[in-house]
């Protein structure tokens, strides 16, 4: 089975360009979350939707970050404008609602770096 | 919500070495327990899980027992390889037995020399 995927690998953005990263979860899962993962601040959670509905954007660090999720199978996180602080690895995750134990599948993750 | 505390790395050890990687959590009632690893590069997988109190998990010679009366869920592994080095997460449900969010430990970063 496939696992969670997510584009661009790697990103390399001038400051002040819009960055878009793309998430396809696994097929049937229900949540869907991003994370974001430095050196300082480690693995932090940016938002998670449920059933497509944004449950919990607590994370989000301001007003230039927006997660979309259209329907079940894609996603979208979108930083408009950039800032080289922005310059991280950014993870989709995904999970199933009837899985045993709460496991949560990563992709590969998007490595963003804005100069 | 809950909580995770894990050990502050790096940690270096030389091949066939034992491993320890503590972890103690706070949480409400008894949540499942994971430990995640992340490889150079690559996202975070699940390495093992344990779903109730006393449970053992293991996969790839590693394993963790959860504890509830020290609230620990300790990762070992009995002789590491070179391949083993990664950082290692250990994670539970954000809150509540059934949250599907989770928290993460910091990360423990090991380095298995040969």
């Known amino acids: 089975d496939a696992g969670v995927i997510q584009s661009p690998r790697h990103e390399v953005t001038e400051m002040g360009q819009e960055v878009t990263l793309r998430c396809k979860p696994i097929?049937?899962?229900?949540?869907l979350f991003w994370y974001r993962q430095t050196m300082m601040r480690g693995l932090e959670l940016l938002i998670y939707f449920n059933n497509n509905v944004p449950i919990d954007d607590s994370g989000m660090p301001e007003d230039r970050f927006s997660a979309k999720m259209p329907n079940a199978s894609f996603s979208t996180l979108k930083i408009q404008p950039s800032e080289p602080r922005d310059s991280a690895v950014y993870f989709c995750?995904?999970?199933?609602?009837?899985?045993?134990?709460?496991?949560?599948?990563f992709g590969e993750g998007s490595w963003l770096t804005v100069v | 919500g809950n909580s995770v505390t894990q050990m502050e790395g790096p940690v270096t050890l030389s091949e066939e070495a034992f491993l320890t990687i503590n972890c103690t959590y706070t949480a409400t009632g008894y949540p499942s327990l994971f430990w995640y690893v992340q490889y150079p590069g690559e996202g975070l997988q699940l390495l093992l899980k344990?779903?109730?109190?006393?449970d053992k998990g293991s996969n790839k010679g590693f394993e963790a027992t959860y504890r509830k009366e020290t609230t620990s869920f300790h990762l070992e592994k009995g002789s590491v390889q070179v391949s083993d080095s990664a950082v290692y997460f250990c994670?539970?449900?954000?809150?509540?037995?059934?949250?599907?969010?989770?928290?993460f430990g910091k990360g423990t970063k090991l380095s298995v020399i040969p």
């Open positions: 994670a539970l449900p954000y809150s509540g037995a059934g949250s599907y969010q989770l928290t």
């Open positions: 097929s049937g899962h229900d949540y």
């Open positions: 344990a779903t109730k109190a006393d």
């Open positions: 995750a995904s999970s199933s609602s009837g899985a045993f134990g709460n496991t949560i599948y």
